[in-house]
């Protein structure tokens, strides 16, 4: 903490920790103290023996095999080659300490990681990049209530919502940081700098050049070499828009000086820039022209292709490793709402049998006016809750994959006949038709589960009943193809009812639709009839399609490939049963 506001004691703090291992044989801290002092060489500007005091504390990590500390020396390292514009390598550093701390699940480290690679992005000029990267890390680095590095990342949003010309959100950050911290420390030289180059920005130049030199004082007497070149470099941008020339060529030269024997090739890069615009304003042609190539150059080096394309590879591989996290989470969450939903249908199905069953024996006894309104209220509304249950209970079974489509020798013809006798009465009382046609070379027994057949079948004619005031169902089940063995048999369900409009349709099989509220509202139901239906016809690896035109009617079409039974023999029981449009082997 204490290299945030006095970096010379925090630098002797970290020698001290170097020699107290020493004297103890405390190898990891030896290796620790190493990196500290390595950090603050870095904070110092003093780059070469920073690179020097890491590869020592590399060394001791490697020693003891210790990934947790070679995780933070290569983001030292990474930081160090940063500030001298090397960003390939940098960003090489910054890569393998993500590897390192991903593999020991350190959520913290991570996040540092992340947040260097923000600052790299920032580098690139790819803000947006820059942006996300920089919001993830805060929120984690607010749970481990991290503040030395909510300082960093604090003047770093600062900057890059400044670069985003998001002045006051910038101006929001630098401030925090200001408040936050005393005068006399880095960490408040660092925000008042980015608030003199955000009033600069907003064309306050009084309120710019007061923080800027004030930051200037501080950072020269903290000796921290990177807060003295941003002052001074807007400094001179400051005087350069007043048309102050000499001032500014002042500010800008002093700037250059410090930023090249620091070898800080970022900083020199932008500087040659308005030096050269500098000198074209003053008529200074070829001078203008040398600070023009020397830009030119220094930005071609640090914006190298290899560089941009190992970023994007990191990109790519953090978006697959957040889109494994979450498929993961997804998958324990809809586990948890399959049995949930699953346990919650069958504990309320026994209370409502009961319900049901009480109501049933009430009925069976004689009761007149309101007494028998009420019964029949109570046992409509536990019939309608029940059907709610079932399709629940259907769907979240389909969804946990315990439904197991059986292969057993059935008849089409059979469950229609079971469901013109289950749909007739009902479609009588609405006074429309219903109508079955089935495909006379069809054959009589096939290999399937008829079971869910009829549920689907049950399940669209139903609807179509249910959404019909006028007019007809028909049910046309005709041959498609066939395939050697196997009957590609076509379903078609269609109405002359309310219809459904063009923006439901692609929505219809989804979970819980309907088309729209007011249909909801009339005619009620839970709107799984049609997810349930698609999921158990796709289990089947048919397909189901529908086409329909909003007050005209619809037409569910539902394809199943089955396969035909050898045995296509009746027993006479078979007979009977079919005539009466019964299942296979009921005896009466």
Request: charged residues 25%.
């Amino acid at each position: 903490e204490t290299r945030s506001f006095d970096l010379p004691r925090a630098t002797k703090m970290a020698e001290d920790v170097i020699q107290r291992s020493k004297q103890i044989s405390f190898t990891l801290g030896e290796g620790r103290g190493y990196n500290l002092l390595g950090f603050c060489m870095w904070l110092h500007g003093d780059y070469e023996e920073g690179i020097t005091i890491l590869n020592k504390a590399e060394i001791i990590a490697d020693k003891i095999n210790d990934e947790s500390l070679l995780a933070r020396i290569f983001i030292n390292y990474g930081n160090i080659y940063r500030d001298l514009a090397q960003l390939s390598t940098a960003l090489k550093y910054y890569e393998n300490a993500l590897v390192i701390t991903e593999k020991l699940e350190d959520k913290l480290s991570q996040s540092v990681s992340l947040f260097s690679l923000a600052n790299i992005h920032y580098d690139l000029n790819d803000y947006d990049s820059a942006l996300d990267y920089a919001l993830k890390s805060l929120a984690i680095f607010k749970s481990f209530n991290d503040s030395v590095r909510l300082l960093q990342l604090n003047n770093t949003l600062g900057n890059i919502y400044f670069k985003m010309n998001d002045f006051e959100e910038a101006l929001t950050y630098f401030k925090q940081n200001a408040d936050q911290n005393e005068p006399d420390t880095l960490a408040y030289a660092n925000a008042i700098s980015g608030m003199g180059k955000v009033y600069y920005k907003m064309h306050n130049f009084k309120e710019a050049e007061n923080y800027l030199q004030d930051a200037l004082l501080q950072s020269e007497l903290l000796q921290n070499i990177e807060v003295q070149i941003i002052c001074k470099f807007y400094l001179g941008r400051l005087k350069l828009d007043l048309e102050d020339f000499n001032e500014a060529r002042f500010h800008f030269e002093e700037a250059l000086a410090l930023a090249s024997d620091y070898n800080r090739k970022h900083d020199v890069m932008s500087i040659h820039e308005l030096l050269s615009i500098l000198f074209d304003k003053t008529n200074d042609i070829p001078k203008a022209f040398f600070h023009l190539k020397q830009f030119e150059q220094l930005k071609d080096e640090i914006f190298s292709q290899a560089t941009l394309n190992k970023l994007k590879n990191i990109q790519i591989r953090q978006e697959i490793e957040l889109a494994k996290k979450e498929k993961e989470v997804a998958e324990k969450t809809a586990n948890l709402k399959q049995q949930f939903m699953a346990n919650m249908s069958h504990e309320i199905r026994t209370p409502m049998n009961a319900i049901l069953g009480m109501t049933n024996l009430l009925l069976s006894k004689e009761h007149y006016g309101e007494e028998l309104k009420y019964l029949k209220s109570i046992q409509q509304s536990a019939n309608n809750l029940l059907v709610i249950i079932n399709d629940i209970l259907d769907l979240s079974k389909i969804e946990a994959g315990k439904i197991i489509i059986e292969h057993t020798r059935f008849s089409i013809q059979q469950c229609l006949g079971y469901i013109q006798d289950m749909l007739t009465f009902k479609a009588s009382e609405k006074q429309i038709a219903f109508d079955i046609q089935i495909e006379p070379t069809l054959p009589l027994y096939f290999l399937g589960d008829p079971t869910r057949i009829n549920q689907v079948l049950i399940n669209l004619a139903g609807n179509a009943i249910k959404f019909t005031e006028q007019g007809y169902v028909k049910i046309k089940v005709s041959i498609e193809k066939v395939v050697e063995t196997t009957y590609y048999i076509n379903f078609e369900i269609a109405d002359t009812g309310i219809g459904i409009s063009k923006e439901y349709l692609d929505s219809i099989f989804d979970s819980f639709t309907q088309a729209g509220t007011d249909v909801t509202r009339k005619f009620g139901g839970t709107g799984l009839g049609l997810t349930i239906s698609k999921q158990l016809v796709d289990l089947m690896k048919g397909q189901i399609s529908v086409e329909s035109e909003l007050g005209k009617g619809t037409t569910f079409s539902v394809a199943l490939p089955i396969e035909l039974s050898n045995d296509q023999s009746q027993s006479v029981q078979e007979v009977e049963n079919l005539e009466a449009g019964l299942p296979e082997g009921l005896k009466i």
